[in-house]
T-cell receptor, first 109, second 114 residues
Framework: GQGVEQPAKLMSVEGTFARVNCTYSTSGFNGLSWYQQREGQAPVFLSYVVLDGLKDSGHFSTFLSRSNGYSYLLLTELQIKDSASYLCAVNYNQGKLIFGQGTKLSIKP | GPKVLQIPSHQIIDMGQMVTLNCDPVSNHLYFYWYKQILGQQMEFLVNFYNGKVMEKSKLFKDQFSVERPDGSYFTLKIQPTALEDSAVYFC????????????FGPGTRLTVL
């Protein structure tokens, strides 16, 4: 099936980093997107990856390993305002996104 | 960045009534999507739409659901009749193409069925 898994919660400290993991079933894989979603708001696009390796976009970086069905979103130099849910979504076939449950990131001072 | 608009932001209706959710996608986008998110749960794909046709729909897209975009106006999701389990936030999204293109999401319509 087309399953996307991510941990429900993650905690970190301001000024450090956080890594949000995502695993997915590889059948029909056509790319992976990361979104940020705040309570009661729309998901905001952060990054799209389709090739293996690390894609460095400054504050947000993303890693993909297609053979392992694994990705992570890395946030560096965390700020309190980075507290939000981070959604992993896999593009399958006709462009539909299959979302994980989201990882709620809490950042402490 | 590109904006997707949704009207209304909230809708409260009685079970069995019809409801139409409206989406104004990004102007040059060609592919349109509806997703459903029940409070506290994950976002779930409902349907995607291109060139006047449904390309793919999930098992959540019941027979009571329909989508259309008449004459390039709003992309709509109609539910007729509504059921209690249809209460959720419905997000519209659009993209310029398939696959490699990011999907831009609207702010959602919170539907409450009583």
């Amino acid at each position: 099936g087309q399953g996307v898994e991510q941990p429900a919660k993650l905690m970190s400290v301001e000024g450090t980093f956080a890594r949000v993991n995502c695993t997915y079933s590889t059948s029909g894989f056509n790319g992976l997107s990361w979104y940020q979603q705040r309570e009661g708001q729309a998901p905001v696009f952060l990054s799209y990856v389709v090739l293996d390796g690390l894609k460095d976009s400054g504050h947000f970086s993303t890693f993909l390993s297609r053979s392992n069905g694994y990705s992570y979103l890395l946030l560096t130099e965390l700020q309190i305002k980075d507290s939000a849910s981070y959604l992993c979504a896999v593009n399958y076939n006709q462009g539909k996104l299959i979302f994980g449950q989201g990882t709620k990131l809490s950042i402490k001072p | 960045g590109p904006k997707v608009l949704q009207i209304p932001s909230h809708q409260i209706i009685d079970m069995g009534q019809m409801v139409t959710l409206n989406c104004d996608p990004v102007s040059n986008h060609l592919y349109f999507y509806w997703y459903k998110q029940i409070l506290g749960q994950q976002m779930e794909f409902l349907v995607n739409f291109y060139n006047g046709k449904v390309m793919e729909k999930s098992k959540l897209f019941k027979d009571q659901f329909s989508v259309e975009r008449p004459d390039g106006s709003y992309f709509t999701l109609k539910i007729q009749p509504t059921a209690l389990e249809d209460s959720a936030v419905y997000f519209c999204a659009s993209s310029p193409g398939l696959g490699v293109y990011e999907q831009y999401f609207g702010p959602g319509t919170r539907l409450t069925v009583l």
